[in-house]
């Protein structure tokens, strides 16, 4: 199932660069405005590399400069551990490097992709070569021996640390002990992993891997991944809400009387959703297991009919706006999810259900810029 090795990866070097000066979100939650700010920051921020515009070659170049000024620094093999702590909560992930593969095997998607995405990210990687960013997975540890083994090393010093302005605390240890990594690749290998962030990326990292080409153990056969268990307690997946622009009002569901106790209803597994039009809410009975795929199903494909999804909806994590969406006539109507349940998420990706787009929104995550990976087809992965 799972193959993940220790890798070789480049990282900035903290005695050139000021980590929280480089380090920031993943591309695809930044705001222009937000990409403007960071790249004034920092002329070694990450967004630089992450976000160039249609200017890919200019990432290629930043890539060559800053290895060769020793900005980014090159490890020997390792396997790296992450932390964040924010808000009371922590949680800890591995990081290594996980083998492109087609889904179906080891690696579960549950989110369906669009075109646009993939096309910009595989012209970066053409003109750069590297995975800018780690993409993010969930597993199963339960009954291995995995909690074990990274206890082991998050009692020893981390290597290095930074704090976001957002008040997340984000630790990184590098693990070079080679008896270490190998008990890691082995608990892991009966496992599958689901992609909770970067379904784009992913996909994109695979047809430029199958691109490349390289012998079965070349680093370009394999992306750096940051794995988190589905028992770490500071795992936080939040709902996405929608917002649908076209579409009569949906009938047949329980009035209920405010957004609060709407929202009240949408708990604990409750296979049901809510939608809100013209001052009204209702709670919709859905039959099936995952209410994100039943809402889409049962509801918006039969508003829609045969209209483009991704024409008419629109996503938001605030509840109270998308009713403000909806009351300043910015969207026909609002639908509500509770917290997905992820232990059915995975079973069902196992089974090969594909589900919408947004399903699943995970927080924090990840920062860009705390590893990188050059996708090389001569220099090998360790086994």
Known sequence: ????????????????V????????????LSDEQVAELKARSPYNVV????????????????RDWTSQDILARDAHEIYLHEVAWEGKVRRDLLGALRLEPYGGAVLPHERTHRGPKEDRLALLRATGWALEPLWFLYDGSGTSLP?????????????EFDFPAGERHR???????????????ALAPLPVLIADGHHRY?????????????????????PALLTDLADPGLVVLPTHRLLRAGVAVTGGEEVGSLPELLDRLVNGHVAAGTYRDGHYQVLELEGEVPAVELHRQVVDNLLGK?????????????????????????ASAFFLGTP?????????????????????????PPSGMVFHELDSQHLIED
């Open 203 to 223: 996909e994109t990292t695979l047809a430029y891997s199958e691109e490349t080409g390289g012998d079965l153990d070349a680093a370009s056969r394999f992306t």
């Open 341 to 365: 349940d992820l232990k059915v998420v995975l079973a069902k990706a196992r089974e090969g259900m594909t589900m919408p787009q947004k399903t699943t929104y995970f927080h924090p995550k």
């Open 48 to 63: 630089h590399l992450t976000r160039p515009g249609s200017d890919y070659a200019s990432a290629a170049h930043r890539l």
């Open 172 to 186: 990184l240890w590098a693990v070079s002990d080679r008896d270490w990594h190998r008990r890691v690749s082995h």
């Open 148 to 160: 074990g083994l990274l206890d082991e090393q998050f009692a020893e010093q981390p290597a290095v």
């Open 307 to 331: 209209r483009n999804p991704e024409e008419y909806l629109s996503y938001t994590r605030d509840p109270a706006e998308a009713v403000r969406a909806v009351d300043e006539g910015r969207a």
């Open 18 to 29: 000021d980590l929280a000066e480089v380090v920031a979100p993943p591309y695809d939650v």
């Open 1 to 16: 199932m799972a193959d993940v090795r220790a890798f070789a990866g480049y990282r900035y070097n903290p005695r050139r």
